[in-house]
């Protein structure tokens, strides 16, 4: 699980969201509204395929505007969810990331299939009780 996680916020433009992704190299951004709810996850292939649409428009468009037409982004998980239900969740919602929601309500990281796929390597097999690991304070940027 990434943590902290890298948000950015339903207002800000998709040049933004591309600043932060060339910054960070992630593939992944968890995305927040004005008063710290997460609202979805923001992929950079959903930026890349604006960036082909219509490079100027970018700098226009918010990632609310995005993520508004897509309510399946709005899914998330409880830090304290089975490794196995997480990577259900992912396939329920057809998503490669999932924001991790810790015990205040607020984001706490970002869970990846890549994350998931780890997690079953390292024990061997997807144990029931096995949790996703606890995570620090996000980042806000």
Not at 17 to 34: K, P, Q, S, Y
Not at 113 to 123: F, H, I, P, S
């Amino acid at each position: 699980m990434a943590t902290p996680p890298v948000v950015v916020r339903t207002y800000d433009t998709l040049w933004r969201a591309m600043d932060r992704f060339t910054a960070t190299g992630l593939r992944h951004l968890v995305v927040l509204d004005e008063t710290d709810a997460v609202v979805g996850v923001l992929d950079d292939r959903v930026v890349a395929a604006e960036w082909v649409g219509d490079a100027l428009r970018m700098h226009r468009t918010t990632i609310g505007q995005v993520l508004l037409a897509d309510a399946d982004r709005a899914a998330s998980i409880h830090r304290d969810t089975p490794v196995h239900q997480a990577a259900r969740a992912l396939l329920r919602q057809r998503a490669d990331a999932l924001p991790v929601i810790g015990d205040d309500g607020r984001v706490a990281g970002l869970v990846t299939a890549v994350d998931l796929l780890r997690a079953l390597v390292v024990t061997g097999s997807a144990e029931p009780d096995r949790r996703v690991p606890r995570a620090r304070t996000p980042v806000a940027r």
